[in-house]
C-alpha cells in the first residue's frame, strides 16, 4: 500500500527485564513503573506476534505515516503554514550560481542515483561514509556500497536489516558512522499496533557489513505513546536518540520529547545481551521541540543534542548535554538546556514549481541533523555544526550555525538564500578526517540542500565555505527532470510531501571529502496519482 512514510516494525517484550533505566522523566501517558528499556530483536518478535493488532498503528502514528512528521499544535501550524505560502512570491529569474575558486566541486564519477521504491514517499533519505563502506537508507530499504563503487554490494529491505516482520511500519531510518569503535549505528521508528510503538537502536557487527546479516538489533519500546522523528547522534561513551513524543490516542496531542542514550558495545563482532548496555531515557524541557542529537567526528566525552523552540517565532536555539557517571557508568541526560541567542526564524512557506500547480513542504524550521568536531580554525574548539530550514530569501531559505557548546554561543553562521529560489531540506558537515591516529581539517564546511521556484524544477545544490573566507556561491548538483506529482501529492491542497532531511558526512580515510545524499524528482506536471516520483541522489563533494 502506498504510504507517505515508510514503516516495519521490531518489539521487545516489555516481560523481559533487560535493562534497567535510571529514573526518567516519563512522559504523562506513560504508567509508573513501564518504564521504555533496551531489549532484544528476538523478544521483540515474539511480543509482536502476539499483539492482535499487530500492524495497526494508533491515531499519530497513522498520522506521522501520512504526513511524514508531526508538530505540537497542528491546527495552528497549518495556519501559519498556508499564510506564509500565500504571502510568498518568488521572481521569475534565477541568479546564476558563483563559480571560482570558493564553489565547492563534485568529485568525478562520484554521483549517482541511489536506491528507491515507488510503493513508498518520500524517501527521506540519510546516509554516512566508514573506513570501507558507505551505507544509504530510505524509508524502505537499505544499500550498502564498496566506497570505491557506485554499485551496491548489497541491497534489502529496513525490515531484513533490522531484525523485525514484514508486517511491521518501519520508517524515519537513520544512520551514523563511530571512529571510536568504529562501527555504524542505526534508529528508526516502529510501528506495531496502537499499543506497541518503539525506536530501533543497532548497530553494524564490523567496520565493514555487506548484508542485512550484519547488524545487531534493539529496540526502546514505548506503548501506546508514539516517539516520532527519531535522530541519532553520539558520544565517546554513547549512541544518542531524540524523538518527539505524542499521546497517540484519540485525543492525540504533543506530551515531549525525550532523549535517549545507549552504551557502546565493546569490541568485537558477537551482539552483547541487552541487559550489558547502559541505559537512559529523559523527558527534557516542555521548551524544546526535537532535540537532534550531534554525530561526533571527535572523541568527546560529553554528547550534545541542538533543538528549536516548540512555539515560534524563536530567537533562540536550546542545547542538551548527556555525560557519563564516572562511578556507575550510567548515561547522565541534562533536561534543562541552555541556550544558544539566534537571529529570529520561523516556519517557512512551502516551495512552488515550475510546470506544476503543487507546492512542495519545507517542514518546520525544526533542526534536521547535527555533525560535532574540533575546528582548528577556531582555537581547536570543539563545535556543532547543524541547519534548518526557516522563512526568508524567496520565501523558505536555509540558516547554518556554528555553534561552541562550552559558551553557548555562535562560532560563525551563514545561509544558502536567494531573490529567486527557495532553498529547504539541507545537511551540512565539516570537513574533519578522524581515522585512528589520523586527524585533518575541520575548518571548512560544505552544505547541501534543495531548490524550487515557479521557474525552476526541484533540484540539488550546495554552497562551501573554505576557512575564514567567504561563503562561496551555490552549485548546480543535480537538476530534476520533472516535477514532484505521484500520490504524495493532494488534489484539493495542492501540497506535495517531500523529504523530510538529507545527510552529509565527512571521509574518515579521505581529507577533505563530504559523502551526501538528497533528493530529486521525475514526475510529470500536476498528477496526484500514480507511483511515487523522488528519487535519491548520491555525490562526492569537496569544500
Known amino acids: 500500500m502506498p504510504r507517505g512514510r515508510v514503516a516495519t516494525i521490531i518489539s521487545a517484550a516489555a516481560a523481559a527485564s533487560l535493562i534497567t533505566a535510571l529514573t526518567l522523566g516519563l512522559v504523562p501517558s506513560l504508567a509508573a513503573g513501564s518504564v521504555p528499556k533496551l531489549t532484544s530483536a528476538a523478544a521483540a518478535r515474539k511480543a509482536a506476534r502476539q499483539d492482535p493488532n499487530h500492524g495497526i498503528p494508533g491515531p499519530d502514528a497513522r498520522r506521522a505515516v501520512k504526513q511524514g512528521y508531526l508538530v505540537p499544535n497542528q491546527q495552528r501550524y497549518d495556519r501559519q503554514k498556508a499564510r506564509a505560502t500565500r504571502r510568498a512570491t518568488a521572481p521569475e529569474s534565477l541568479s546564476a550560481p558563483l563559480s571560482g575558486p570558493l564553489a565547492p566541486s563534485v568529485i568525478s564519477g562520484r554521483a549517482w542515483q541511489g536506491i528507491n521504491d515507488t510503493d513508498s514517499t518520500p524517501p527521506d533519505e540519510t546516509s554516512a561514509v566508514g573506513t570501507t563502506r558507505y551505507i544509504e537508507l530510505v524509508n524502505s530499504r537499505f544499500g550498502i556500497y564498496n566506497k570505491t563503487s557506485n554499485t551496491p554490494l548489497g541491497t534489502g529491505s529496513l525490515n531484513s536489516m533490522m531484525g523485525v516482520g514484514s508486517l511491521h511500519f518501519l ?51 514505548y506503548g501506546v505513546p508514539f516517539p516520532d522523528f527519531p535522530k541519532l547522534g553520539d558520544s565517546r561513551d554513547f549512541a544518542i536518540i531524540g524523538v518527539n513524543v505524542f499521546a497517540n490516542n484519540d485525543t492525540g496531542g504533543y506530551i515531549g520529547s525525550d532523549l535517549i542514550a545507549v552504551s557502546k558495545p565493546p569490541a568485537g563482532s558477537t551482539c552483547p545481551a541487552p541487559s550489558s548496555f547502559k541505559f537512559n ?26 533543538a528549536v523552540a516548540n512555539s515560534l517565532p524563536g530567537t533562540q536555539l536550546r542545547l542538551f548535554r548527556v555525560t557519563r557517571n564516572s562511578t556507575t557508568g550510567n548515561p547522565v541526560i541534562q533536561t534543562t538546556p541552555t541556550n544558544v541567542p539566534v537571529s529570529s526564524y520561523t516556519f517557512p512557506p512551502n516551495a512552488p514549481q515550475d510546470g506544476s500547480i503543487n507546492k512542495i513542504d519545507t517542514s518546520d524550521a525544526r533542526n534536521t541533523q547535527a555533525v560535532a568536531a574540533v575546528d582548528p580554525g577556531h582555537g581547536g574548539k570543539f563545535a556543532i555544526w547543524t541547519q534548518h530550514t526557516v ?153
Open 281 to 306: 531515557d529523559k523527558t527534557v524541557s516542555s521548551n524544546a521541540f526535537t532535540p537532534t542529537p550531534a554525530n561526533e567526528i571527535d572523541t568527546n566525552p560529553t554528547g550534545w543534542a541542538v
Open 391 to 543: 522563512k526568508g530569501g524567496a520565501g523558505a531559505q536555509v540558516r547554518w550555525y556554528e555553534i561552541n557548546p562550552a559558551t553557548h554561543s555562535l562560532l560563525q553562521s551563514g545561509k544558502a538564500t536567494s531573490g529567486s529560489l527557495f532553498e529547504f531540506n539541507a545537511a551540512i558537515s565539516p570537513n574533519r578526517q578522524v581515522n585512528g591516529a589520523t586527524k585533518s581539517g575541520g575548518n571548512s564546511m560544505l552544505m547541501n540542500f534543495n531548490t524550487s521556484s515557479s521557474a525552476t524544477k526541484p533540484g540539488v545544490r550546495m554552497v562551501s565555505k573554505v576557512g575564514g573566507g567567504a561563503q562561496s556561491g551555490q552549485v548546480a548538483v543535480k537538476g530534476s527532470p520533472g516535477q514532484l506529482s505521484g500520490f504524495d501529492c493532494d488534489s484539493a491542497s495542492h501540497f506535495c510531501r517531500w523529504g523530510d532531511y538529507a545527510a552529509a558526512t565527512p571521509d574518515p580515510s579521505t581529507a577533505n571529502r563530504i559523502w551526501n545524499v538528497s533528493q530529486f524528482a521525475v514526475g510529470a506536471g500536476s498528477g496526484t496519482g500514480g507511483p511515487a516520483t523522488s528519487r535519491t541522489w548520491n555525490f562526492i563533494a569537496k569544500p
Open 171 to 221: 520508517f524515519d531510518p537513520q544512520i551514523i558512522w563511530d571512529p571510536t569503535t568504529n562501527r555504524f549505528y542505526y534508529a528508526a521508528d516502529d510501528i506495531v499496533s496502537p499499543t506497541n510503538n518503539r525506536v530501533l537502536f543497532g548497530f553494524s557487527k564490523t567496520a565493514s557489513p555487506s548484508s542485512a546479516s550484519d547488524w545487531c538489533n534493539y529496540n526502546v519500546p
